[in-house]
């Protein structure tokens, strides 16, 4: 694990520092790492919250104090994780963000939930970050990898309301909980239940699949990409016009390098990489959502005329707040209500944003109040 340093925008405060509170201003403490996993979303994180301290500093900065931000690095693993967030803890900043890499951010967020700091991850997709809280100042500005199927049936909801839609799966266990979230999405929203197909590897035909499905206007299919692209081909065999949607592992080289112009049209629900445009897309972009955490918590600074994480805490749980992504709000669980992957299309030759995000999901979403 290295050193790290406390930054007041604009010059170096303490270099290899103990405590992460310079004179009186109020500090920020980012998590980051520069192993490869988590590197460039590392730097993403340090960077939006540079730009949103710089920002809030020359504006006055937040109850009459300037901001400074303390950077330190995990090492991308569950002890340098913990570890780390020992050492933030001892520091007591008013605000965390970071831990790039799940297994750090996870492990980290019991220590801070324990002590009773501030975090908010805008990097972590893994569920178990929320699904087992570690209390409530912990919070989660990004996307989750367990609402693909919700977010597939939502899309299908909205571009296909009164039309049949057919979701097929090849029985992996990744595929059936895809499967089966989207299934019980669409029945709940739409009262009727979507057609429906298991496929079994290594068919190149599958038939039965295509009788099965053809008559549908979209097709949402779970599961591995070789596959995905054979009930592609059969259904455009069939005269099938129906939309084809995959899952996320569908955008891989092994899909492109096997189906190529074939697969022209094929869409996927995604979360494209660190340089995404970020005009289109600035819930899924991790420069845009750290920038927003720190314009949230200054928001609640502001309205609780506190640092105080618990009241801090309260706020940012309870109320809504304008921001570069939209209106940003957080559900019972602590996770933020904001899109969770974007829809990218194979042209022939590769993969392209349609500029198309599904419908947010908002699960467990308590009543909000305005902003006084």
Not at 52 to 70: E, Y
Not at 73 to 93: F, N, V
Not at 129 to 141: D, H, M, Q, S
Not at 263 to 285: E, N, T, Y
């Amino acid at each position: 694990m290295r050193g790290w340093a406390v930054v007041l925008l604009g010059a170096v405060v303490c270099s290899t520092c103990p405590n992460a509170v310079a004179g009186d201003e109020i500090t920020i403490s980012v998590a980051s790492t520069s192993e490869a996993l988590g590197a460039a979303h590392g730097r993403e994180i340090v960077e939006g919250a540079e730009e949103a301290i710089a920002a809030i500093n020359a504006s006055g900065g937040l109850l009459g104090r300037r901001l400074a931000i303390a950077v330190a690095d995990d090492g991308c693993s569950r002890l340098g994780g913990e570890a780390l967030a020992e050492q933030i803890s001892g520091a007591k900043p008013a605000l965390v963000l970071g831990h790039p890499c799940a297994r750090a951010s996870v492990a980290a967020a019991a220590v801070y939930g324990k002590e009773g700091l501030l975090y908010i991850a805008t990097a972590t997709r893994h569920p178990e970050l929320t699904e087992k809280r570690a209390g409530p100042t912990i919070f989660r500005l990004a996307g989750r990898d367990d609402q693909q199927g919700e977010s597939a049936a939502a899309m299908l909801a909205q571009d296909f309301k009164d039309e049949p839609v057919a979701l097929v799966q090849d029985r992996t266990k990744y595929a059936r909980a895809l499967f089966d979230k989207a299934s019980a999405y669409l029945k709940k929203t739409s009262g009727k239940a979507p057609i429906t197909a298991t496929i079994i590897g290594g068919d190149k035909e599958y038939k039965a699949t295509v009788s099965k499905t053809k008559q549908a206007a979209a097709v949402f299919f779970s599961g591995f990409p070789i596959e995905a692209g054979f009930v592609h081909a059969a259904l455009q065999r069939a005269g099938s016009k129906a939309r084809f949607i995959g899952s996320d592992t569908l955008a891989t080289d092994e899909f492109a390098s096997t189906f190529g112009r074939n697969a022209q049209g094929v869409r996927v629900l995604a979360v494209p990489g660190p340089d995404i445009d970020a005009g289109r897309f600035k819930a899924l972009s991790g420069r845009e959502r750290s920038k927003a955490a720190v314009f949230v918590f200054a928001e609640a600074v502001r309205r609780t005329g506190s640092v105080d994480a618990g009241k801090v805490a309260e706020v940012i749980e309870r109320e809504e707040f304008s921001s570069d992504l939209g209106v940003v709000r957080f559900d019972a669980k602590g996770d933020a209500v904001i899109p969770a992957f974007a829809v990218l299309e194979w042209s022939g030759s590769e993969w392209t944003t349609t500029g198309e995000t599904p419908p947010v999901i908002p699960i467990n979403v308590p009543e909000r109040q305005t902003a006084p």
